[in-house]
């Protein structure tokens, strides 16, 4: 892999990005290797970043997925500006992948099929959190959650079972970052790092995201 990104002008980046978190999954060397900072912008123009878990890399179309509520501060913001860009870091493997592109939902049956994966105390968990909104303290949280337990008629011994279908509620589901510029960094000897910037056409219609498959390709300097 690092003769590949030292000598490559022409291979997808979004499969490099693919290929070096399945490295990190495989090695189990670090917790939540899928995990990626995401940073939105409000209708002040002042940055947020928060850290989410990336569920999918689609490395054809060239996107990345993540979960979350609708009615979050960051489904809020983007809903003002979707425009993003998102960071991993891989210290022990001296691996870092910048994005930027635009954020849209994803579809309800994606959203849907990962939602069904869950297991139930994550799915009530996104049926009983007002997430981002302030709470009084810990006891009304446990109240919310008990609150999503009897809607589903739910006992708590029934809590590992996985025969029990939960829906996903409306204001929870996925986002896809459509990838319009990625830049690769490996880590190398005396700080004299290689970066490589890839670029592409991507726009936003009425109908959805248009993406070229071409990627311009730009090396950096450390």
């Avoid at 002042?46 to 009615?71: A, D």
Wanted: glycine share 4%; aromatic share 10%; hydrophobic share 35%.
């Amino acid at each position: 892999m690092v003769s590949e990104i030292r000598k490559s002008d022409k291979k997808n980046p979004v499969l490099i990005l693919k290929e070096w978190m399945d490295e990190v999954v495989e090695s189990k060397i670090q917790p939540n290797p899928n995990s990626m900072s995401i940073s939105t912008i409000d209708a002040n123009n002042r940055p947020n970043s928060r850290m989410v878990l990336c569920k999918e890399i689609n490395e054809e179309l060239g996107y990345l997925v993540f979960y979350t509520n609708y009615q979050s501060n960051k489904s809020k913001e983007i809903g003002v500006n979707n425009e993003c860009s998102g960071l991993f870091h891989w210290d022990t493997f001296g691996y870092q992948v910048r994005v930027r592109g635009i954020i849209v939902k994803s579809p309800e049956v994606e959203s849907d099929n990962y939602f069904a994966t869950r297991d139930i105390g994550s799915q009530l968990s996104a049926w009983a959190s007002h997430q981002s909104q302030i709470v009084e303290d810990r006891e009304s949280l446990d109240n919310q959650f008990q609150q999503a337990m009897d809607k589903f008629n739910l006992k708590d011994s029934e809590l590992e079972s996985s025969d029990i279908n939960i829906p996903r509620p409306e204001f929870w589901g996925g986002y896809r970052i459509w990838i319009r510029e990625i830049e690769l960094w490996l880590n190398q000897k005396d700080r004299f790092h290689d970066r490589l910037l890839f670029t592409r056409k991507l726009v936003a219609t009425t109908s959805g995201i248009e993406a070229s498959n071409h990627w311009v390709i730009k090396r950096l300097q450390p």
